[in-house]
């Protein structure tokens, strides 16, 4: 049972373009929703987070946006660059609990 | 110090073999974390510790045994491993949720672990 949806395996994005990553989940009990980036044979590195109380945050070229009714989110660079390229993970958790749920991932690929 | 190190880098173990990896913070985090990743998989939680206790086992295999000595400190034991447990082995520490922050967790660079 996948709580936690990335359903485009890769992307490709010109330099300088807009980059949209989508996530999907299932429970409604996940109350937080954070997107990580992996370079190979690297650990995750956190990029930007929301909690539920809120539909948009924004950090420099990274933009979340949460759709609770829809139960999807989606990550936005602007504009793309070559060293984004990376695999990115969606993932979320729950209002008690330590548990992060990921998403199987995304490999975006920014082309110069 | 927003770091989490693991040590070692890399290690080659055969199946009889005893050995452990190590993770370290000093962000003052009391919740640290295992998690095992395959290639082209997502990170597959293995253990969870909150203020030094063991909260979490994914139903994890006996030969894989964590230890958190303190609160900056966290280890995991390895002994009589087989061929399909080599992946990359990641530590995480976080806020605790029972804190009421929202816990992002900081991720090491992992071990990367061969099983002969």
């Known amino acids: 049972d996948q709580q936690v949806k990335q359903n485009s395996p890769s992307l490709s994005v010109q330099e300088g373009r807009i980059s949209i990553l989508n996530c999907d989940y299932t429970?409604?009990?996940?109350?937080?929703f954070l997107w990580y980036k992996k370079y190979p044979a690297e650990g995750p590195t956190f990029l930007i987070s929301i909690s539920s109380i809120k539909d948009k945050n924004e950090d420099g070229r990274f933009t979340v946006f949460l759709n609770k009714s829809a139960k999807h989110l989606s990550l936005h660079i602007v504009p793309s660059q070559p060293g984004d390229s990376a695999v990115y993970f969606c993932a979320a958790s729950g209002r008690y609990g330590n548990k992060l749920v990921f998403g199987a991932g995304t490999i975006l690929r920014v082309k110069s | 110090d927003t770091e989490v190190t693991q040590t070692p880098k890399h290690l080659v173990m055969g199946m009889t073999n005893k050995k452990s990896l190590k993770c370290e913070q000093h962000m003052g985090h009391r919740a640290m974390y295992w998690y095992k990743q395959k290639a082209k998989k997502p990170p597959e939680l293995m253990f969870v510790?909150?203020?030094?206790?063991?909260?979490i086992n994914e139903s994890v295999p006996s030969r894989f045994s964590p230890e958190c000595p303190n609160s900056s400190l966290l280890n995991l034991h390895l002994h009589a491993l087989q061929p399909e447990d080599s992946a990359l082995y990641l530590c995480a520490s976080s806020q605790d949720r029972a804190s009421g922050t929202y816990n992002e967790q900081f991720f090491g660079p992992g071990t990367r672990l061969t099983v002969l």
């Open positions: 510790y909150s203020y030094e206790k063991l909260s």
């Open positions: 429970n409604s009990m996940f109350d937080y």
